[in-house]
């Protein structure tokens, strides 16, 4: 089992709608969960981190975290074509482990 | 931008050779980690430098190596290199700690044919 698993996507969706990234994980100990968007040939870079049970929202992005199902999610309103990425689900794994383990990615389409 | 430099930006290289990549972190941070990130993959952990100690390694082979010095700038070198390095090498930088966000440099591409 990956320690960290995407939908593979790819997702497209249209201009103004909404995108939903899924992303579970598989060390019950998990402390910290980050969601990095990647412009192809670029390096990730952070959009939100989310530490504790339920929902937090900067923007248009809203991150979702459910430890008991071992469950972590992104939304994104108001889809924008610079939107276009891929999105990475990072997941550090406990206290004393400070590597970021990655999903896949979830590579998204945002159609004008 | 994060303040996070990595050089060089590319590099093409042959089997059997050896490489050095080189990553200055963000001011403030102490840590520094390395990740490998194949094409259509997720960045893989290589290791970690906190303070000029290794501070966690990934599953790579030996001759994936790296340092950090006294002024938390940190190198990654790779010897005998096989086709399957070719990747992204990302470096990140952070202040430490479980919680704190780790931010990515730009990244060096490297080739190995």
């Known amino acids: 089992q990956k320690e960290v698993e995407q939908n593979s996507g790819p997702l497209s969706v249209p201009e103004g709608a909404i995108a939903s990234l899924n992303c579970t994980y598989s060390?019950?100990?998990?402390?910290?969960f980050f969601w990095y968007r990647q412009y192809s040939g670029k390096s990730p870079e952070l959009i939100m981190f989310?530490?504790?049970?339920g929902d937090k929202e900067d923007g248009r992005f809203t991150a979702q975290l459910n430890k008991a199902s071992q469950y972590v999610s992104l939304l994104i309103r108001d889809s924008q074509p610079s939107d276009s990425a891929t999105y990475l689900c990072?997941?550090?794994?406990?206290?004393?482990?400070?590597?970021?383990?990655f999903g896949a990615g979830t590579t998204v389409t945002v159609r004008a | 931008e994060t303040g996070v430099t990595q050089s060089p930006t590319h590099l093409i290289k042959t089997r059997g050779q050896q490489v050095t990549l080189r990553c200055s972190s963000q001011?403030?941070?102490?840590?520094v980690s390395w990740y490998q990130q194949a094409l259509g993959q997720g960045p893989q952990f290589i290791f970690q430098?906190?303070?000029?100690?290794?501070?966690g390694r990934g599953n790579f082979p030996p001759r994936f190596s790296g340092l950090q010095f006294p002024n938390y700038s940190s190198e990654l070198n790779v010897n005998a290199l096989e086709l399957d390095d070719s990747a992204l090498y990302l470096c990140?930088?952070?202040?430490?700690?479980?919680?704190?966000?780790?931010?990515f440099g730009p990244g060096t591409r490297l080739l190995v044919l």
């Open positions: 990072a997941v550090n794994m406990g206290a004393n482990d400070y590597k970021l383990s």
């Open positions: 060390d019950r100990g998990s402390q910290s």
């Open positions: 989310i530490y504790s049970n």
């Open positions: 990140a930088s952070s202040s430490g700690g479980a919680r704190e966000t780790q931010y």
């Open positions: 430098y906190y303070r000029e100690e290794e501070n």
């Open positions: 001011s403030g941070h102490n840590t």
